[in-house]
């Protein structure tokens, strides 16, 4: 599988975004896929997960909960990251990942993207 993400930017404090991270190579709907970050010196953080089968169950990190939402598009094969009320401690890089299960580890992930940046000014 190859995982493609896109939408990062430059925000103010209180802004929004919408992240996209476009698979192929895989069959969309048997996976859960997730959102991770990690900023300057910091160690990988998890953000969010969806599972892209039928119940579309979702996961989020206390940190974000109520201000990110995480979805995922069958038909197009992109999961996506609704970022609201951004704050400068968002500030960081954010990857997508592949995943046999809804988990919040990184290490049961098996493919990841290349990851975008997101810088959030205060």
């Known amino acids: 599988v190859q995982l493609a993400e896109s939408g990062g930017g430059l925000v103010q404090a209180g802004d929004s975004l919408r992240l996209s991270c476009a698979a192929s190579g895989r069959t969309f709907s048997k996976y859960a896929m997730g959102w991770f970050r990690r900023a300057p010196g910091k160690e990988r953080e998890f953000v969010a997960a969806?599972?892209?089968?039928?119940?579309?169950?979702?996961r989020y990190a206390d940190s974000v909960l109520g201000r990110f939402t995480i979805s995922g598009d069958i038909g197009d094969d992109t999961v996506y990251l609704e970022m609201n009320s951004l704050k400068p401690e968002d500030t960081a890089v954010y990857y997508c990942?592949?995943?046999?299960?809804?988990?919040?580890?990184?290490?049961?992930?098996?493919?990841w993207g290349q990851g975008t940046q997101v810088t959030v000014s205060s």
């Open positions: 990942a592949e995943s046999l299960g809804l988990t919040t580890d990184w290490r049961n992930y098996h493919a």
């Open positions: 969806v599972s892209m089968w039928s119940d579309r169950s979702t």
